[in-house]
Structures are given as structure tokens and as C-alpha cells.
């Protein structure tokens, strides 16, 4: 181990998306290595808009192993943080540095410690997927810095064993988690169906309804799903497996009608599944069933989907537009009926792809005030607004997998070992 008394850091720096599932995962068969109880489908989200990045360092000097969370030290006593850390450890292969003068033995890794340190451009734990592009930033890191030679299909069934979604971060467009038969689960891999260029005219505009972390983590929802829940069996022994072809089909035909109607309906069933539990888990609230009543009525209006919206364990609207023109309608009835408190800043109040707002005729306050009612509203004197109940928004589209940053995007220092 070359140059360890010298106490060196090296570093590896990566970034990688999160996910939203158009056919969601809801129970495991296994706690212990995140085995599913069905197949699901996901669209991966532009990491520029929405995604993780992840330091990882290794130095002789590091005493144990460390983790940083959003600028706070966290706990890695975790199994699922163990577990990925133990997975990739046991693949790492000789590292050279010539620059550095350090070269590391596959032997060493299991004596070295790494200290982490992560960040997510996006609300976490809030029903956001942020734990998916947390443990995918997690494994695709390590194994850039410990020269792990697996593809992506067997890093993301390690990156399952940290966040089951997390194995479907780690492709770009729309992918498949395939729940698998093994008992070791070897084979509940993730595959990239289509990559993110397939179907670029999609345009997804999230509604965030609440930031704050959901009362009922998706780990202990799913436990009492599967134990409570007949619903629960049904969907993934009758359901899932026809609509997962049918999704399939959709997506290679770019079938937007089709895709739209499977993805509500699958996310209407996902939370039927919650309240079918015992005790029921209410990830929805007043605001999150208007945006539903909202897409619903247009739609009807025009007798064909217009949007497809899907909500994850959390009350965000997650709400995918077949072109950036009707995004611009979209948008429009969104500001009508769940404008901005007063005084309330544009800027700000629209993350990520901001040229939609000019798109849909919205520059100011002032053009949000006098949005006419939608064409379907039918009392359109006396239209129901709900002001301030919708925190901002986001507009992204389909985006690519995990990715290396240069060194002069580390979160850690590369003389202290430490985050910056």
C-alpha cells in the first residue's frame, strides 16, 4: 500500500438520478435483501433537475468508516448501508494513482475505511425517491473508486440491497426492475428498457406539496402492506405481471393514451393498497386528490388522457406531459387553480426547466392573477382556488444515469479527508 504513510486521500465523485415508478414496487418477498413481491417500471428524471452527488474517500489516516448527509453526519451502522459498503468491497480490484504515488492492493481494501459524503439537489424523504439516487450514487461511487469491474445489471442488484428503487437509478430513460426468482436474489437485476432519448418529447412537472419527510417511511408501509393487505396479493399475482407487458408496449410504441391510463391506474392502486392496510398509511392529502381531480376533469373534457400523474409513498404529484406544449397547458391550469400565496416571487416558485413558465404565457404575479378558468372548469364565476397549497414546482423530462464528476466537484476535501 504505497505511500499510506504519507496519509493520502483519494477521491472519487459522482452524480446520479432519481426515479419515479409509472408501474410502482409495493412489498418485499425479503426484508433482508429487498426482494420485491413484483416487477415495476420507472422513468429516470434529468439529474440536473433531480439527483444525488456523492463523494467517496479513501486515506490510511481515516479510523472508521464515515457518512455525511446533506452537511450532517449521519449513522452507517445500518444494514443496508453495510451491506452495499460489504458488496463492493468484496469486488474492488487494484487502484494505481501515479500522480499520488499510491497503489492500493485488492487486499487492502478490507482494512481501509472510506468516509462519504452526500448531497441531494431535492426535498428528502419527502416521497421523492431520494433514497434511490442516494444508495445508486452510493454503489456506482464505490466502485469507481475501488475499480469494481461489474456492468450495471450487477451493481444495481447491489444498489437494491441499500433502497430496493435505487437498483433502477443506476440506467438513464425508462427501466425495469425484474423482481427475480432466486432466493439469494441474484437475479432481481434492473434493465434499461429504452434509454432517455427514446421518448424525449416527455416533460415532467412535479407538484410539491409538502417537502417534509412522510409520518410513515415506505420500509415499515410496505411490512404491514404485505402482512394486512389481500389487495396487496391480488396486485402482484394478478395485476402487475399484464400490466408490466402492457407498459412495455406502451413505452416502445410511445402510446401516450396508453401509458397515461396504466400509470394512473397503477398509482390509484398503489394507494388503495395503503388504505387496505392495517392500519391504513394516508400518503395523499386534500391537495394531491385536486391535482387528480384536476387532470381527471380535463381529460374527460377531452375525451382522451392529457397527463399521466403518479404519486409515490408522499403526497408530491408527479405529472408527465406528451409535449412541452401541453406541459404549457398543464401548467396553466395548475397556476389557476393552486396559485402562489400573494406577494409570492415568481422566481423560485418553478425549479429546474424555468422556460416552461414563459412557454405557457407566464411571466409575472400579475399573469397568474388573470388566468382565465380552463375550458371544462364548469362554474367558472365561482372556480375554487386553493392559494399557497402547493409549495413550487419542478419541471425536468426522462435524463441519463449515474455519471463521474471531475475532482474539482468533490464534496470532500482531498487534503483534510473531510467535507467541505
Known amino acids: 500500500m504505497a505511500g499510506a504513510q504519507g496519509?493520502?486521500?483519494?477521491t472519487a465523485t459522482a452524480r446520479s438520478p432519481t426515479n419515479i415508478a409509472v408501474i410502482k414496487y409495493w412489498g418485499k418477498r425479503d426484508e433482508t435483501l429487498i426482494l420485491p413481491v413484483?416487477?415495476?417500471i420507472s422513468v429516470t428524471l434529468d439529474p440536473d433537475h433531480l439527483s444525488a452527488t456523492t463523494t467517496v474517500a479513501v486515506s490510511p489516516s481515516f479510523d472508521r468508516d464515515r457518512m455525511w448527509l446533506n452537511g450532517t453526519e449521519i449513522s452507517l451502522s445500518g444494514g443496508r448501508f453495510q451491506n452495499c459498503l460489504r458488496e463492493i468491497r468484496q469486488r474492488a480490484r487494484d487502484v494505481e494513482n501515479k500522480e499520488k504515488g499510491i497503489h492500493i492492493r485488492k487486499e487492502d481494501w478490507e482494512k481501509l475505511h472510506v468516509h462519504i459524503a452526500s448531497y441531494n439537489n431535492f426535498p428528502t424523504a419527502a416521497g421523492l425517491a431520494s433514497s434511490a439516487a442516494g444508495f445508486a450514487c452510493l454503489v456506482f461511487t464505490l466502485a469507481k473508486l475501488m475499480n469494481v469491474s461489474?456492468?450495471?445489471?450487477?451493481?444495481?442488484?447491489?444498489?437494491?440491497q441499500g433502497s430496493g428503487s435505487a437498483c433502477r437509478s443506476l440506467y438513464g430513460g425508462f427501466v425495469k426492475w425484474v423482481k427475480g426468482e432466486a432466493a439469494n436474489g441474484s437475479d432481481s437485476i434492473a434493465v434499461q428498457l429504452v434509454d432517455e432519448s427514446y421518448w424525449n418529447d416527455l416533460v415532467v412537472i412535479i407538484a410539491v406539496v409538502s417537502s417534509r419527510q412522510k409520518e410513515t417511511s415506505s420500509t415499515s408501509g410496505m411490512r404491514d402492506s404485505v402482512v394486512t393487505?389481500?389487495?396487496?396479493?391480488?396486485?402482484?399475482?394478478?395485476i402487475v405481471p399484464s400490466?408490466?407487458?402492457q407498459m412495455e408496449e406502451a413505452i416502445k410504441n410511445r402510446n401516450f393514451g396508453s401509458f397515461a391510463r396504466l400509470t394512473c391506474a397503477d398509482s390509484n392502486q398503489f394507494h388503495a393498497v395503503c388504505l387496505d392496510t392495517t392500519p391504513p398509511i394516508f400518503y395523499m392529502n386534500d391537495t394531491s386528490h385536486r391535482v387528480i381531480n384536476t387532470v381527471e376533469r380535463w381529460s374527460q373534457f377531452e375525451g382522451a388522457p392529457q397527463v399521466a400523474y403518479t404519486f409515490d409513498a408522499g403526497p408530491n404529484a408527479v405529472l408527465i406531459a406528451p409535449s412541452r406544449e401541453v406541459a404549457s397547458l398543464l401548467l396553466q391550469r395548475l397556476l389557476f387553480?393552486?396559485?402562489p400565496p400573494p406577494d409570492t416571487k415568481l422566481e423560485g416558485y418553478m425549479v429546474g426547466d424555468t422556460s416552461i413558465l414563459q412557454e405557457a404565457g407566464v411571466h409575472s404575479a400579475e399573469d397568474v392573477a388573470s388566468l382565465p378558468p380552463p375550458p371544462e372548469t364548469k362554474d367558472k364565476n365561482n372556480a375554487q382556488k386553493?392559494?399557497?397549497?402547493?409549495?413550487?414546482?419542478?419541471?425536468?423530462?426522462?435524463?441519463?444515469?449515474?455519471?463521474?464528476?471531475?475532482?474539482?466537484?468533490?464534496?470532500?476535501?482531498?487534503?483534510?479527508?473531510?467535507?467541505k
Open 386 to 419: 386553493y392559494p399557497g397549497s402547493i409549495s413550487y414546482f419542478i419541471c425536468t423530462r426522462p435524463g441519463k444515469g449515474p455519471i463521474l464528476l471531475s475532482e474539482d466537484q468533490s464534496l470532500i476535501h482531498p487534503v483534510t479527508g473531510m467535507p
Open 229 to 238: 393487505s389481500t389487495l396487496l396479493q391480488h396486485r402482484a399475482e394478478v
Open 38 to 40: 413484483n416487477d415495476s
Open 243 to 245: 400490466r408490466i407487458l
Open 150 to 160: 461489474e456492468d450495471g445489471a450487477a451493481l444495481s442488484s447491489i444498489a437494491r
Open 337 to 339: 387553480f393552486f396559485p
Open 7 to 10: 496519509g493520502w486521500v483519494l
